[in-house]
């Protein structure tokens, strides 16, 4: 959208004015930017940066109407290649095209190396605080725990495995279409929930020592596109879209005050903030944690969006400051060797400790002695912090320790 009122002005590659006010971002786009110009400079160094074993993020921030839908997604016919709309497709399908053209080109190259990878991924909408599978329309209200920190730490979400870019829009096409859209005065066609997909890479290659593991990686990519605020009265409205109106307004303030609290660098502003709403918390590791952020902010630059300009602007000026503590979630030979050998350990106690069980006949002291173990063996996956792909230790078939063993160990956070 134009940047073509007085009230804003871009003065220089990284500089915008309102008035007599400056803001500073890393870079500004307008209405002559294409969505290919802002893949390149959004959406290439994410697909970098998750290869490369980093948690990657993008946020779309903005005003009811401004383009945050339309620059994540672009329109769903634009995703199918040699389309006539292709050049709308959005920051999202070009960023699978490109992920999935390098996995199959690191692929065909690694030959000797054997570069393995599989993909996973989910979608949902948070709609009046409720978590919703728009993958499956049955779900409506998926439980948050204590741990719900990134979208695939919820139990019963749906998560597709997906090995391709059709894969994938296929995916995103079936999710756009169950969002939930209503009309605001500034678009016909208003987001009215915040939603999150999210796709997990694993990758692993194989070396040439006798357990053939080299290394292993796991990262998340996570994009997000907020509902549409509206401060503007709606004619007409009925009581659920004011219901509607007042969490969006309520939850993209408790964003705000988590931006406010990150910033300030207090540690107790940053625990109470973001326990507020289902979207802080599902964003605690994209708002300072273990990722990467790119924060898009669309701006409807017209005299009478002043307030809403100025509130998106000081939005990104302040998210701008928080430090995020993102690391290659990669885990090397050295680690599986240490952590086999603890496996190892671990098995040995589990076989003594289930002999005793059957030697003592009942006795209730074995049978606390396999729950201990069990628990060692849990505390044990949790440390890890990350979804592992381990090679199997050895042939053991035994149901308890067999689980973790091949590729399954789940994500702690
Ligand atoms: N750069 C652009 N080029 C062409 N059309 C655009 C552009 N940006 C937005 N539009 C169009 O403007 C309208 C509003 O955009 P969009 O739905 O993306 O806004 P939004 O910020 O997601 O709004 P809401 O917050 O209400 O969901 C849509 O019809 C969209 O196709
Ligand atoms: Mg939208």
């Known amino acids: ?35 290919e110009d802002i893949f390149q400079s959004v959406g290439v160094p994410l697909v970098k940066n998750a290869l490369a074993g980093y948690n990657t993020s993008i946020l779309s921030y903005g005003q009811s109407g401004s383009g945050k839908t339309y620059t994540m997604w672009g329109p769903p016919s634009a995703m199918f290649e040699e389309h006539s709309r292709e050049s709308h497709k959005g920051i999202v399908p070009r960023i699978f095209q490109m992920l999935f053209s390098e996995l199959e080109k690191e692929q065909r190259m690694s030959e000797g190396k054997q570069f393995n990878y599989q993909c996973r991924c989910c979608f949902l909408e948070i709609y009046n605080e409720q978590v919703g599978d728009l993958l499956d329309p049955t779900q409506r209200n998926l439980e948050m725990k204590d741990d719900s920190k990134n979208a695939m730490s919820l139990e019963n979400l749906s998560e597709e495995y997906v090995t391709s870019y059709d894969d994938v829009t296929q995916i995103l096409i079936k999710g756009l279409s169950s969002r939930k859209v209503g009309a605001t005065t500034l678009n016909s066609k208003s987001s009215r929930s915040h939603i999150i997909f999210t796709l997990v890479i694993e990758s692993w290659c194989k070396g040439t020592s006798t357990n053939g593991f080299s290394s292993s990686k796991s990262s998340r990519i996570s994009l997000i596109d907020l509902a549409g605020q509206d401060r503007n009265k709606v004619d007409g409205a009925g009581r659920q879209c004011l219901r509607e109106t007042k969490s969006v307004k309520k939850s993209l303030s408790q964003l705000g005050h988590l931006v406010g609290a990150l910033t300030k660098e207090t540690c107790s502003g940053k625990e109470v903030s973001n326990r507020n709403s289902c979207l802080t918390r599902l964003l605690h590791e994209s708002l300072g944690g273990n990722a990467k952020l790119s924060v898009i902010c669309s701006i409807y630059p017209d005299i009478k969006n002043n307030g809403e300009t ?17 690391v290659i979630n990669e885990i090397k030979e050295d680690d599986v060797n240490d952590l086999s050998d603890q496996i190892r350990q671990l098995k040995e106690e589990l076989i003594r400790a289930k002999a005793d069980v059957r030697s003592s006949d009942g006795n209730k002291k074995g049978y606390l002695h ?40 789940t994500p702690a956070d």
């Open 1 to 35: 959208i134009g940047i073509g009122d007085q009230a804003v002005k871009k003065v220089s590659s990284d500089i915008l004015c309102v008035g007599d006010r400056q803001f500073r971002f890393d870079s500004i786009f307008d209405s002559k930017t294409s969505q």
């Open 310 to 326: 100025l509130r998106t602007l000081r939005f990104g000026q302040r998210v701008r400051s928080i430090r995020n503590e993102p």
């Open 370 to 409: 396999v729950q201990n173990v069990r628990e060692s063996l849990n505390n044990l996956r949790v440390s890890l912090n990350c979804s592992l792909l381990i090679p199997n230790i050895d042939n053991d078939t035994d149901d308890e320790c067999g689980r973790g063993g091949h590729r399954g160990i």
